[in-house]
């Protein structure tokens, strides 16, 4: 009986570690929360990352409010900002992203109030 629980506690450990090692090779991006604060531009109805180019809200009438909120509205994403990937997250190891689903602070671009963390 013994030999079957050092079977049984070798294979469980084992997987546990060879789990561990695949999630070092599979990464997942963070996306981007609701309540994260976006600028729109009411003129051409895009949304924009608090840190835009002037270019983008040039002769524009700017408001901040949250992503959930601007995209209730039916705003869409600048391409600019979009192209120089503000609105991507930090990409992660898997197990990263599963410590932070625990509760666990992990580095990110925004906080839990949604502000950006440049």
């Not at 050092?6 to 991006?29: G, M, R």
């Not at 949304?47 to 509205?73: G, P, Q, R």
Request: proline share 2%.
């Amino acid at each position: 009986m013994k030999k079957k629980y050092q079977i049984i506690t070798v294979v469980i450990l084992s997987l546990l570690v060879v789990a561990f090692f695949l999630s070092i090779y599979i990464t997942v991006e963070e996306k981007m929360p609701k309540n994260a604060v976006v600028v729109i531009t009411i003129e051409d109805k895009l949304y924009h990352s608090i840190h835009f180019d002037y270019i983008c809200l040039a002769k524009k009438t700017a408001k901040t409010t949250t992503l959930a909120e601007a995209l209730a509205k039916g705003y869409k994403p600048d391409h600019h900002c979009q192209n120089l990937g503000y609105f991507r997250g930090n990409t992660r190891f898997l197990f990263h992203h599963l410590l932070s689903k625990l509760g666990i602070k992990m580095n990110s671009r925004w906080d839990a109030q949604g502000n950006w963390l440049w």
